[in-house]
């Protein structure tokens, strides 16, 4: 059975940092596209980026030079960096099984991230 | 950017009745769109790709159609446990993805 754990959310001080972990279980990250969406109190769905099978990362523009993608193989855990945190970033970001780069079948349960001061 | 916009908002519908939730695209997206059911407090869950095809474990009461830049969900016979947002979303400029701002559907 295939399980995704987000961790690593919580309250931040715009300009700052933090970083999520996606735990993975049932599937290997190292040889699956995997992809963090994240969605904002009340909203709708926002891609953020991508990573894929070759270790090549994409982002969308408005987390481009702020957030990274990485991903650590010999833990099955995908990983968000985000920094300079602003107040638009607040959000529930869920990692997510890309079969081929394309939509997501498998989703972790969330993990909110709130900025503010 | 391709804009994805569905309609309506919300839909009340009574048990057993037919569903349809409309998704448009700004320019055409071919059958690269998928659709989601997401209930409160939870992860969205994928119920069609490609436009028509069925994710695993999806009843046969949800099905998909459309190409281009006119899709539609339709839940033939609504059980009270598909209420929720179901968001469409295409994948037709990759790596990137957008979403639909979702169709809310109430039991009536």
């Known amino acids: 059975e295939v399980q995704l754990v987000e961790s690593g959310g919580g309250l931040i001080q715009p300009g700052g940092s933090l970083r999520l972990s996606c735990a993975a279980s049932?599937?290997?990250?190292?040889?699956?596209?995997m992809a963090w969406v994240r969605q904002a109190p009340g909203r709708g769905l926002e891609w953020v980026s991508v990573i894929y099978i070759t270790g090549l990362t994409y982002y969308a523009d408005s987390v481009k030079g702020r957030f990274t993608t990485s991903r650590d193989n010999s833990k099955n855990t995908l990983y968000l960096q985000m920094d300079s945190l602003r107040a638009e970033d607040t959000a529930v970001y869920y990692c997510?099984?890309?079969?081929?780069?394309?939509?997501?079948?498998?989703w972790g349960q969330g993990t909110l991230v709130t900025v503010s001061s | 950017e391709i804009v994805m916009t569905q309609s309506p908002a919300t839909l009340s519908v009574s048990p057993g009745e037919r569903a349809t939730l409309s998704c448009r695209a700004s320019q055409s997206v071919s059958s690269n769109l998928a659709w989601y059911q997401q209930k409160p407090g939870q992860a969205p869950r994928l119920l069609i790709y490609g436009a028509s095809t069925r994710a695993t474990g999806i009843p046969a009461r949800f099905s998909g159609s459309g190409s281009g830049t006119e899709f539609t969900l339709t839940i033939s016979s609504l059980q009270s446990e598909d209420f929720g947002v179901y968001f469409c979303?295409?994948?037709?400029?990759?790596?990137?993805?957008?979403f639909g701002q979702g169709t809310k559907v109430e039991i009536k």
């Open positions: 997510a099984r890309v079969p081929s780069g394309d939509y997501g079948d498998y």
């Open positions: 049932g599937l290997n990250v190292s040889s699956n596209y």
């Open positions: 979303q295409h994948y037709n400029t990759w790596p990137t993805w957008t």
